[in-house]
């Protein structure tokens, strides 16, 4: 056996170390490699001196070996005398030291020389298994080598080594002076991520991702450059394909918040005729739409471009009372929904099934009454589709709304009101009817306009079921009191529906509609309040957009003013990202969202308002009001003191 001294005089690096881990000797060619100089060492943990990423199987090496009188190999990498780290296969077994006889551990790398690639064993089990690629560049000779890794990236190279000159080629001619740049300035520490597009021999295209390190083999051995390659296309195939979700969501939001604004604006029959045949089949991905309009008991039909006039005309003439789908549509005030030509034979055997040219003798058509039952017929609009087409319930739902708007639209013109009159009955269209038999909960709205009822206003509420069965409440404020203001609430409210039915979070749904309305460059902006509801009542997620805070009030009497985090007003900056948070809504309490009419006014400031109302809401709760009278109470006290602007309050109360 050598001794100590002749096991420290060893070219390679060498260290002894007691069996708990000190070293009581170390060589030169140890010490330069991990960067200290000798005196330094001594006495000193073994673990402690090795890079943190390399401390752990450090420490395991060597308890190994004196744990288990057997030696142990492993692959470490030194920091490098020249800041290049060093890769080398480490030896540890026990030895005696024959001065003192005490059992030590030796330390030391063994000669890796002919066999190299046994120091990139672990570098490929490691790419394996983070789904990674492995490659190696030698400069002298500009090759590269495929070394394997996860076997769906490295089947993406079948030639296991190549030229540079072959790989380079292969990039996207505008991704190679990237990736040059990443060979060239490999560094001694990780790149970045460098993204390219290359060409496989057999499916085409991939988005790769690619990191370098120069590592050197063997003490005394070559550098090379390691690289780490990662397949990037199916995620982003994924991320393309959630871009063009996106763009067509906000696209339908903007298509809907036009066809709202234009409806509430047509002047005459003849414009609202224009909007409707012109947005209505591209809002709702239809082949074709037609309006049909009742005229002295008779229907007056007119088609788009979808739709030619001559395969209508059967249409055209018929009287309210006929025994067909647009009829019964329009005289019942129920929409009717047809999948094919055999469902409308056996639904209305004596109704024309006209035969259109772009559709063949088979197709769908959804027909929405422009009034409800019970009112004065005025119309209907339809839609055509391929056969077999059905609307989801968020498409019936939005096309009775817009169907709805189109009809008090075409109310008010054919009475001869004013632009104004017009825009403030379209504000109380847009009001919607609030859920019922919420479980848990209560809900309750009041609206009233403003005192002397000449403005017309841009207050609205808001609350639907979302898709995931929670609760989404919303109240808001458009900036001025005339019809433009009027139009845009409609937009804001109608978008935040459309975006709602699609992401369920309130701070995005307010992001996604703030993008929309700052692309539009609205000459007018909104505040808002949003809230999301769970299924059981009892989680509050919220954000506002520079509205009025939310206020809580108990059964004890008690009340509290909440501000929610969020964003500026709507439609005014765009890339703001709106924060919300989530709060618990306990039994017996209540929380009030209102409208800046009902805390502010000339001789009220709005922390008096807000304390004013919150009063209100704890007393009206104390006393065991439900929320449609605690709504009351609030309402009537605005509009008894100080009310000159238009006035919304919305009460949510867990029972």
């Not at 060492?41 to 073994?46: E, P, Q, T, V």
């Not at 063949?360 to 055509?384: C, H, K, N």
């Not at 992001?511 to 009892?538: H, K, V, Y």
């Not at 809401?617 to 605690?630: K, S």
Request: hydrophobic share 40%.
């Amino acid at each position: 056996m050598d001794t100590s001294n002749e096991l420290l005089r060893r070219a390679c690096p060498s260290a002894l170390v007691t069996l708990d881990g000190a070293i009581r000797g170390i060589n030169a060619a140890m010490a330069s490699a991990l960067g200290r100089p000798v005196e330094q060492y001594l006495g000193r943990d073994f673990g402690e001196l090795w890079p943190a990423s390399q401390r752990t199987s450090a420490e395991s090496l060597v308890g190994h070996a004196a744990r288990t009188s057997t030696a142990a190999m492993r692959v470490l990498e030194f920091p490098g005398q020249s800041g290049v780290p060093v890769v080398c296969l480490i030896e540890a077994r026990q030895v005696k030291d024959p001065a003192g006889g005490e059992q030590l551990v030796w330390v030391h790398a063994l000669d890796s020389g002919n066999d190299l690639r046994s120091l990139l064993i672990p570098f490929r089990l490691a790419t394996e298994a983070a789904d990674l690629g492995l490659w190696m560049y030698a400069p002298h000779r500009d090759q590269l080598e495929w070394l394997g890794g996860a076997p769906a990236v490295a089947a993406l190279f079948p030639d296991s080594t190549a030229p540079f000159s072959r790989v380079i080629s292969a990039v996207h001619p505008d991704d190679q002076e990237a990736f040059r740049k990443l060979l060239r300035s490999a560094a001694i520490q990780q790149s970045p991520w460098v993204r390219f597009r290359y060409l496989t021999q057999h499916d085409g295209w991939h988005q790769l991702a690619a990191q370098t390190r120069r590592l050197q083999l063997g003490y005394g051995g070559p550098e090379r450059i390691f690289g780490v390659v990662r397949d990037d296309t199916t995620q982003e195939k994924r991320e393309q394909k959630a871009r063009a979700a996106l763009a067509a969501v906000r696209q339908r939001a903007k298509d809907i918040a036009d066809f709202s604004s234009a409806l509430i604006t047509a002047a005459t029959e003849q414009e609202l005729q224009q909007v409707v045949l012109t947005r209505l089949a591209v809002t709702f991905g239809a082949c074709g739409a037609l309006l049909a309009l009742v005229d002295e008991d008779r229907l007056h039909v007119s088609t788009d471009a979808g739709i030619a006039m001559r395969e209508v005309e059967a249409l055209h003439g018929l009287r309210l009372g006929h025994p067909s789908p647009l009829p019964e549509a329009i005289r019942t005030g129920k929409p009717q929904f047809v999948l094919n030509r055999k469902q409308h034979s056996h639904r209305w055997p004596h109704g024309p099934f006209p035969r259109l040219d772009r559709l063949g003798s088979d197709y769908a058509f959804a027909i929405t009454p422009l009034s409800e039952t019970g009112d004065e017929p005025l119309g209907a609009w339809g839609m055509v589709y391929g056969s077999g087409y059905r609307p989801s319930v968020d498409e019936r739902t939005l096309m009775g709304t817009l169907a709805d708007l189109a009809g008090q639209a075409l109310r008010r013109i054919r009475l001869q009101q004013a632009r104004v009159e017009l825009a403030t009955a379209l504000q109380q269209t847009m009001l919607p009817t609030l859920p019922e038999h919420l479980p848990g909960l209560e809900v309750a709205a009041r609206y009233r306009p403003s005192r002397d009822g000449l403005d017309v206003g841009g207050d609205w509420y808001d609350a639907f079921v979302m898709p995931d069965g929670a609760i989404a409440l919303e109240i808001g404020d458009v900036q001025g009191h005339d019809v433009d203001a009027a139009a845009f609430m409609g937009q804001v409210r109608l978008s935040i529906r459309a975006i709602a039915a699609q992401e369920p979070d309130p701070g995005t749904v307010l992001t996604r509609t703030n993008e929309l309305l700052t692309a539009m460059d609205p000459a007018r902006f909104a505040s808002c309040t949003m809230l999301c509801i769970d299924t059981r009542g009892e989680r509050v997620t919220g954000t506002s957009a520079g509205h009025v805070p939310v206020l809580r009030a108990h059964r004890d009497g008690s009340h509290s003013i909440r501000e929610l985090p969020g964003g500026p007003v709507l439609g005014v900056l765009p890339g703001i990202k709106f924060r919300e948070e989530t709060f618990a809504l306990d039994e017996d309490s209540a929380l009030v969202l209102v409208t800046d009419g009902v805390v502010e006014g000339p001789g009220l400031t709005l922390d008096a308002g807000l304390e004013r109302a919150g009063t209100l809401a704890g007393a009206a709760l104390h006393d065991g009001l439900n929320a449609e009278d605690t709504a009351d109470r609030i309402l009537d006290a605005a509009v008894a003191v100080d009310h000159i602007d238009d006035v919304a309050v919305l009460v949510i109360r867990r029972k």
